[in-house]
């Protein structure tokens, strides 16, 4: 939803071509109204202005460590064994946080404020604990990894919208194993994994941003944004190491 009498507003930043003269709070604004909509439609004295640009799709992504990341990938290789399903093992393994699509063109902006959320955070410690399937709407399920202590990452999620200021949505974070399969395919790999602990835990001190054409394409890494508080990461695992 674009904020009411925005358009106007929308026109001149397209219009200014030296980005020096739009001011910090317009560049934000424009911004939020770029990841609601992705294409930008101005009615101005019946005149339409359609502007449409190649857009990317960003992901902002939470990634585990080796030895967790190790896990996963060998059991989305017997999940891809069980379904003769390589294309399960070709996604990266994460916890994605948040998605949008927008022209390239703004990214720098993106990143500056995804900068400031990641300068107030706090680092803190993930932990799993089981596999878990659930259904989408069209009736396909996914089977992940659940997150055990979801609320620093359902925060950061928030912390992510409020930059953008964005509405709250329900977040639930996971590392995908496999994704919209068909209840056969389910039945196939429940056996194996119905019963089975993924007890594991990793620190969290930074999140990732990928992007990709939103036409297509893999995911490449933009950058990583190292929280700001890494010293008071709460609950941090190193503390009880052996």
Known sequence: MIIENTQLL????????????????????????????????????????????????????????????KDVTHIRQHIATVLNDAAVIATPVHVALFRSAFPERYEDDFISMLEEVARKQSGFAIYTSRLEAFRHADGRQSV???????????????SVMQAFELKPQAFRPYMLLARGIQDAD??????????????????CHCFSLLKKPAAGGKYEKVRDFVFGDIEHMAGSLFNYAA
């Open 144 to 158: 992940c990894v659940n997150v055990a202590n979801p609320k620093p990452l359902v925060e950061l999620h928030r």
């Open 10 to 69: 929308v026109l001149r930043i397209f219009l200014v071509t030296n980005a020096k003269k739009i001011s910090n709070s317009e560049k934000r604004l424009y911004i939020r109204i770029v990841i609601l909509t992705g294409r930008i439609k101005i009615s101005v004295m019946n005149t339409n202005y359609e502007i449409s640009e190649e857009l990317f799709d960003y992901l902002l992504v939470v990634n585990p460590d080796v030895v967790v990341t």
């Open 186 to 203: 389910v039945s196939k790999v429940a056996p194996a994994l119905a019963q089975q602990l993924f007890v594991r835990s990793f620190n």
